[in-house]
């Protein structure tokens, strides 16, 4: 009896160490598990057709993955999300147009800056009493939560800041006339206005704060975040980085 449990024993463990071997835990060790919040083209978004993701971090991040000899899958997560999901493991890495910043830099690792940025704001057509950001004092103002844009419009006196889980979000309540005007990264108004045209909305003032974009990974992950920035590097010297900035962008990398 004994005898037998034994066989039983060991012929379980020689199929789950089987099952090991060719399934899961291999491949998964070569999937990079990408958190990004996938409705801020031309960064990241679903291709309306092929409903899959796109953009410039996805671009870039399947550039690195093809460096490190992985895998790139992309997990759309909300924005004020995507620190939770890495801090709890759901996730590898944060691409996902996040500007560096000293508070978030507390809680994750930032690679080298991939991306300069800005914030810019975008009003409706018609407007003429916005011109500036100190135009905004007691307006009402459109950002997407969880992001610099929302910080920045919190600090203007007076205003009533509405909080949406996407910059889509925003500018259909500046569309609808909920909002007077929607604080957000300057490439993603002009990918915007590019697509929904001059008539609808424009952009005005200053771009406020220079901002760069990082990738992030766990703080206790500084394997990962050397891997990254050295992958980084190597599509900057390759030119894999300047052919992808071109194609969404359209011009060269500054
Ligand atoms: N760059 C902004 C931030 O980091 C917005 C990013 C985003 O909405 N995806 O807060």
Do not use: H
């Not at 001059?198 to 974009?213: C, I, P, T």
């Not at 990738?215 to 894999?240: C, F, P, S, Y």
């Amino acid at each position: 009896m004994t005898k037998r449990w034994m066989v039983y024993a060991s012929l379980l463990l020689v199929l789950t160490l089987g099952l090991m071997g060719c399934g899961g835990n291999q491949q998964s060790a070569k999937v990079l598990k990408v958190g990004a919040e996938a409705t801020f083209a031309p960064f990241e978004f679903q291709d309306e057709k092929t409903k899959e993701y796109v953009g410039f971090d996805v671009d870039i991040m399947k550039a690195i993955g093809k460096q490190m000899g992985m895998e790139v899958q992309i997990v759309n997560t909300g924005f004020d999300g995507l620190i939770p999901a890495l801090e709890g493991s759901q996730i590898d890495v944060i691409a996902s147009a996040m500007t560096i910043t000293d508070e978030r830099a507390k809680k994750v690792n930032f690679s080298k800056p991939y991306y300069k940025s800005g914030l810019s704001m975008v009003v409706k057509a018609d407007n003429t009493t916005i011109k500036d950001f100190k135009d905004l004092e007691g307006k009402r103002i459109a950002v997407q939560i969880g992001t610099t844009g929302a910080e920045a419009a919190k600090k203007i006196k007076d205003a009533q800041v509405r909080e949406y889980n996407s910059a889509s979000e925003a500018f259909l309540e500046l569309k609808a006339g909920g909002a007077d005007a929607v604080v957000n990264d300057l490439p993603v108004n002009e990918y915007y206005l590019a697509k929904a045209g001059s008539k609808e909305a424009k952009l005005v003032g200053d771009v406020l704060d220079a901002e760069e974009y990082g990738i992030a990974v766990a703080k206790k992950n500084t394997e990962l975040a050397g891997k990254i920035n050295k992958a980084l590097d190597e599509i900057r010297q390759n030119g894999e980085y300047a052919k992808i900035y071109e194609k969404w962008f359209g011009k060269k990398p500054q």
